[in-house]
């Protein structure tokens, strides 16, 4: 159970960081739905839901999502539906259920960096960006492996509109857990590929020698290469052995969708 001694809804961002900075206990209150199933002690909910952070806005050069836009909404908003082959949509389709969906927020999924997440695999394939308030905007890449060290508030992710294609697969024991295996395959017009897998059960990573495969046309020594360079553990949705062997299946099933024009 969550326990929140004071509940502020912030006027600015400037004011919300500044709620953050005050106390290591005052913590950004996105859906709220993970930081209810710890036993998180807050002193002040920073509450960002009045600063215009849920819209969906597409420019003819990108796509940018407000982190207070929910998952629900990423999976429903027309844009997204139609663009990168859906996979946004795809990717959070499978999480828990609607009613979740509509609370679960995007700023927090990104932020928290989770191991399982399944909009970050498809984010990361899609050469996506994170807004930081304080540090600015950086390559979702850099941000999963090198996060800054002051605690920040992240406002939008932005992915440009540069006619890629991608197909999302992920494997479920069943419909609402956690991926045992996501993967994210995209490929631009001019031919440059992107290969994310997550739930390794590790946070999603590119594989840069698949994806030179990949554009060389060798889908099988793609797939082979992402079940080797990456590292794969176990936990108890599957072993290391079993991701590596889904790892390469998956891979081939993403190379398929975009080569027989599915995705
Ligand atoms: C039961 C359950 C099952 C799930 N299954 C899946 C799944 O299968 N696949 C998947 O991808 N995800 C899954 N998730 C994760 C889910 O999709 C969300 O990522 C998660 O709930 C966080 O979103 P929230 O809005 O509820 O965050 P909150 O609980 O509000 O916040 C989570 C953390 O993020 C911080 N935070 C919130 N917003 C911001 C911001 N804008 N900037 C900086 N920090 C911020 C908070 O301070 C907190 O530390 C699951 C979660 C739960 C609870």
């Known amino acids: 159970m969550i326990s929140i001694q004071e509940y502020r809804f912030a006027e600015s961002l400037d004011e919300a960081l500044q709620l953050l900075d005050a106390s290591r206990k005052n913590r950004v209150i ?20 009045r600063l215009g952070l ?8 990108e796509i940018a999502i407000g982190a207070m836009a929910t998952l629900r909404e990423v999976e429903t908003a027309p844009c997204l539906r139609e663009l990168f082959g859906g996979v946004l949509a795809e990717s959070v389709s499978p999480i828990v259920g609607v009613q979740f969906r509509n609370m679960a927020t995007v700023g927090a999924s990104v932020y928290s960096r989770y191991g ?47 006619g890629r294609r991608a197909a999302y697969r992920t494997f479920r024991r069943s419909a609402t857990d956690f991926g045992v295996l996501n993967v994210c395959a995209s490929i631009s017009p001019e031919g440059d590929w992107r290969l994310s897998v997550g739930a390794r059960p590790a946070r999603a990573a590119r594989c840069l020698e698949a994806e030179a495969l990949l554009a060389a046309g060798d889908a099988a020594g793609a797939a082979k290469t992402a079940s080797e360079k990456l590292r794969y553990g176990s936990n108890l949705r599957g072993s290391a052995e079993y991701r590596r062997a889904l790892a390469e299946v998956l891979t081939l099933r993403c190379w398929d969708a975009l080569k027989e024009g599915k995705a």
Do not use: Q
């Not at 996105?30 to 839901?49: C, E, N, P, Q, Y």
């Not at 849920?54 to 050069?61: L, S, W």
């Not at 807004?131 to 939008?156: C, Y």
């Open 116 to 162: 399982f997440s399944d909009l970050l695999t498809a984010l990361l394939a899609l050469d996506a960006r994170v807004e930081l308030r304080r540090a600015g905007t950086m390559a979702l890449e850099d941000f999963l492996k090198n996060p800054p060290e002051k605690r920040d508030i992240l406002t939008s992710v932005r992915v440009r509109r540069d």
């Open 54 to 61: 849920d819209r969906i806005e597409a420019t003819e050069d």
């Open 30 to 49: 996105g859906g709220g739905m993970w930081l209810r199933l710890g036993h998180a002690s807050v002193k002040t909910a920073i509450d960002l839901s």
